[in-house]
């Protein structure tokens, strides 16, 4: 019940020479948390839309359980879908905007009433049944958008965005409970966002898109452990992982990434992915995230430090970030909050070597990685 | 009544001003109002004063009695009049509705070809007076053989242009998200119209019931040329006919006053139901 298939999906829109989704090709578990995450325009939506039945599939093929669904209509998928805007009938009563959707697939009335009712309990909206829309706030909205899409227990959930217009604190605690919501109800659960925070902290697997394309497909842990390429490694963490522009280069059997202010000798591990690799590979950028980058105090002559210039800090409470800038190449740490530093401050900036990664520069995939 | 009094002491005086002065055009534009209300109950001395007088002095019901009475001497009686603009203007406004709602959905929703092309056309016939298109009119009216019918009345006011165009803005309006809604949710095309389209049009749908209504119910147009029948045509006409000297003149007036007021009154009640939806039209700019 409510795995999907997409093959080789594509969607073209007239007059566009670049396909909106670019050759879609993923299977959905049942029961999984799917989560399409990406910059605007990506063509997260989309895809989500043609799984809904809004949006044509210009070729390739979707299966719903085994069932091809291509040309199927949006009313026999058996699917709901929560919008961004919610999307609520104005005209009509929480209770009506839930039941509508039963009402409209004959359920019988009795039946109506008490599964409106057992959704309502469920998502505390219970004494808002007789309410209109417009006389809800955005969270009260944005349950009974969710009530909606549970009360007709379809095999497949899709958000679309659906915690966007909350304010931080509603949008945290909404996460919570659609996590656990989609736990207990143990439906599959396609989730679009454009949110990496909520990405990370729903999904059981992430999708990365960008113009179209899947850039990677893999859990959280490992879409931030291991990301495939340049984008990906950006995309996901904030703030984003700093990237360096060098060359490796093998001396006396060691393998060293350099460039204008920086000579850093690789572990062995991590140097011998360069071994087999061909001679194209030797430009790379350099990958590390800001809480692998050590900061010490002062100037120091110790291997494998750079001396480099604080620009700011950035104190969030937790954790303080510390801009720092070594001739040309920017760079942001994390600190200690405990450790402040002043933009002027000299620093000596180290790097974690097995949390490192490498893309090649030109296609800017994934080539090696501190811990290979 | 305290807090609006309140309000009006705190303004300012060029406030003062714009309320007083709008208060007097409000005054100015209700005179023929006024004037109709008071010159159905003149008896006929006061119908010929000259000057005129906006207020009566003597009040009486005489010219509804004549005019009933006279009805009931003429060939036709007055209430036949009454009975078919009654049905023409019912028909008229619930065939309009259902049709330019239907049209302006589709236009305002969908996609197809020659869109554009239709949208311009009915722009287009925005433009011409009505008198320009009476001949083609009759011409189709005649060909098809609906002189002397009740279909001869609705059928020229059944394509409304200004009502497609009003409600093809209002209908563009709501989100297109609330049609995806409901099509997940299981309504077809005719279940997203009536459940979402129809009760959300309704502030528009007001707005052109009362611009049909005043618009059928004062024409004289389609008795005069269509129908040849006393017994077919409107009460507006026979109004007009009272006035305009095809009757008596002299002796027409009160009779004329009588049911000038009789024909008036439908107008007012109409807009009077309706005006608070037709300002939420005029407001409306969008549905968050």
Known sequence: MGSITFNHVFKRYKGESRPAVNDFHLSIEEGEFLVLVGPSGCGKSTTLRMLA??????????????????????????????????????????????ALGLKLRKTAKHEIDVRVKRVASILEIAHLLDRKPSQLSGGQKQRVALGRAIAREPQV????????????????????????????????????????????????????????????????????????????????????????????????????????????????????????????????ILGVRPEHVILKRGSTEEAGFITGLVQMTEATGADSYVYVQIGSYPLIAR???????AAGDVVSVGLQMHKIHFFDESTEELVGRGEA | MMPKLRRLRTASPFQVILITLFTALAL???????????????????????????????????????????????????????????????????????????????????????????????????????????IPRYLVINGIGLNNTYLGHILPALASPVAVFMLVGFISQIPSDLMEAARIDGAGHVGIFVRMILPLSVPAIATISILTFQGVWGDVETSTLFMQKETMRTLAFYVNSLLSGLQNNVAGQNMAAAAGLLIFIPNLIIFLLFQRRVLETMVHSGIK
């Open chain 1, 157 to 284: 959930f899709l958000m679309d965005e659906p915690l966007s217009n909350l304010d931080a604190k509603l949008r945290a605690q909404t996460r919570a409970e659609l996590i656990k919501l989609q736990s207990d109800l143990k439906r599959t659960t396609v989730y679009v966002t454009h949110d990496q925070v909520e990405a990370m902290t729903m999904g059981t697997r992430i999708v990365v898109m960008k113009d179209g394309v899947i850039q990677q497909v893999a859990a959280p842990r490992a879409l931030y452990d291991e990301p495939a390429n340049v984008f990906v490694a950006g995309f996901i963490g904030s703030p984003q992982m700093n990237f360096l522009n060098g060359t490796i280069e093998k001396s006396d059997g060691d393998y060293y990434f350099s460039n204008k202010r920086m000579r850093l000798l690789l572990p062995e591990a991590t140097g011998r992915n360069f071994e087999r690799a061909p001679k194209t590979v030797r430009s790379v």
């Open chain 1, 335 to 341: 600190t200690d909050p405990e450790q402040t530093y």
């Open chain 1, 53 to 98: 039945g809004l949006e044509e599939i210009s070729s390739g093929e979707l299966y719903l359980d085994g069932r091809f669904i291509n040309y199927v209509s949006p009313k026999d998928r058996d699917i709901a879908m929560v919008f961004q805007n919610y999307a609520l009938y104005p005209n009509l009563s929480v209770y009506e905007n839930i």
């Open chain 2, 28 to 134: 100015f534009m209700s005179l023929p109002i006024v004037f109709i209300f008071n010159h159905a109950f003149k008896p006929q001395n006061e119908l010929f004063l000259f000057p005129p007088r906006f207020f009566v002095r003597h009040p009486t019901l005489h010219n509804f009695e004549t005019l009933f009475l006279h009805a009931s001497n003429a060939t036709v009686p007055f209430t036949r009049y009454l009975f078919n603009s009654l049905i023409v203007v019912s028909l008229t406004l619930v065939s309009v509705v259902v049709v330019s709602t239907m049209a302006a959905y589709v236009l305002a929703k969908y996609q197809f070809h020659f869109k554009q092309l239709i949208m311009s056309l009915i722009t287009l016939s925005l433009m011409f007076a009505p008198e320009t298109v009476s």
